[in-house]
Nanobody
Framework: QLQASGGGLVQAGGSLRLSCAASGRTFSAYRMGWFRQAPGKEREFIAAFSRGTGSTDYADSVKGRFTISTDNAKNTVYLQMNSLNTEDTAIYYC??????????WGQGTLVTVSS
């Protein structure tokens, strides 16, 4: 089970840190990621982290502004979001990928960026 939190209302240019707490299973072997879905748009990939290799991937739209990280002791994945703009307004979801698909999803946390 994945539980996302940390969303809220922030002004453009501000920062937020999202958290995704995992429970019920160990996700150490999974690739962890963040997605978002803006109103009227499809869900899109934002960032991912592989614990085994330490590799990260980011969507071009957030590269240089967002950082994904993990705390293995807390079984938690974070998304640090800086320099937010109104286009970042969306529901943000964390997910865990096994060898074939994004298997597990959190419930989403709403981020609203005001101008």
């Amino acid at each position: 089970q994945l539980q996302a939190s940390g969303g809220g209302l922030v002004q453009a240019g501000g920062s937020l840190r999202l958290s995704c707490a995992a429970s019920g299973r160990t996700f150490s072997a999974y690739r962890m990621g963040w997605f978002r879905q803006a109103p009227g748009k499809e869900r899109e990939f934002i960032a991912a982290f592989s614990r085994g290799t330490g590799s990260t991937d980011y969507a071009d739209s957030v590269k240089g502004r967002f950082t994904i990280s993990t705390d293995n002791a807390k079984n938690t994945v974070y998304l640090q979001m800086n320099s937010l703009n109104t286009e970042d307004t969306a529901i943000y979801y964390c997910a865990a990928r096994d060898s074939s698909t994004w298997r597990y999803w959190g419930q989403g946390t709403l981020v609203t960026v005001s101008s």
